[in-house]
């Protein structure tokens, strides 16, 4: 890869760039800023990049980057609310019984071969649906973690949350993304 | 002994941090005699690959 075709290249892979940003920021401004900014800063790095056909991923890296700035700088806002409050601590109570086990009809499904899952078309819309539904800053320390695969320790200290706020945090959004796939995709499987 | 709503904390964090060996083994006992908490770590083991398999279908045009 040449400097003289990194604009191009870089050209092409806007689209996937914004987005993979507007997902994660869910604001069309922000994620525009967060492409720009990852663009400028690849072009200005482009001397330091020597790999042939990584440039992708590459660039999604520094864009990873510039996305967690901006979740960093978001979240400091005075306006955020708090994290473990968006969803609340009995918000899946209805699922267990009074000893704490599965209520029978709340009882988790097998779903079944994951790689058969993973190929169909709809499952994905229905994956976005439900992405969609958890709330913002839940949603964004689950994009963290899985998307951008940050450690929790990392998550903790760019937000400014203790390790246990994190665990609790996470643990309700793969509970509420669990109840929505099952409820959305895999209950209609059968 | 280890109820369901507590295994699926454990079961969520285990993704997160390494269990303690007292977590692990109670959460190895519930799990040989409930189905339903089985079945949930499945789910989280999915939710994990298809957060993986969803990121590289952004980088990957292939997929």
Redesign the interface.
């Given at each position: 890869m040449t400097t003289a075709t990194l604009p191009e290249t870089l050209a092409s892979l806007r689209n996937d760039l914004l987005r993979f940003a507007r997902l994660q920021l869910r604001d069309d401004a922000t994620a525009e800023d967060a492409v720009q900014e990852t663009m400028l800063a690849a072009i200005e790095a482009a001397d330091k990049f020597a790999g042939q056909s990584q440039v992708k991923t590459w660039v999604f890296a520094i864009l990873k980057h510039k996305i967690v700035d901006l979740i960093r700088k978001r979240t400091r806002e005075p306006n955020t609310g708090s994290f473990d409050a968006e969803i609340a601590e009995d918000a899946f109570d209805a699922l267990f019984n009074e000893r704490q086990h599965w209520q029978p009809a709340e009882r988790p499904s097998n779903w079944g071969d994951p790689h058969e899952t993973v190929e169909n078309k709809q499952f994905w819309e229905v994956f976005q649906i439900c992405l969609d539904r958890l709330p913002p800053n839940t949603s964004r320390v689950f994009m963290m973690r899985e998307f951008l695969e940050f450690e929790t320790e990392e998550i903790c200290k760019e937000l400014s949350m203790t390790a246990s706020n994190c665990w609790v945090v996470l643990h309700r959004a793969r509970m509420a993304l669990r109840l929505c796939l099952e409820g959305q995709w895999f209950q209609g499987k059968k | 002994m280890l109820?369901?709503?507590?295994a699926?904390?454990l079961m969520?964090?285990s993704?997160?941090?390494k269990l303690s060996l007292m977590e692990r083994i109670s959460l190895r006992l519930h799990l040989m005699m409930?189905?339903?908490?089985r079945?949930?770590n499945?789910?989280?083991?999915?939710?994990?690959?298809?957060?993986?398999?969803?990121?590289s279908?952004?980088?990957?045009?292939h997929e």
């Open positions: - | 109820s369901c709503k507590d699926t904390k969520s964090q993704q997160d941090r409930c189905s339903g908490c079945n949930f499945e789910q989280m083991a999915f939710l994990r690959h298809a957060s993986r398999r969803f990121v279908a952004f980088k990957d045009p």
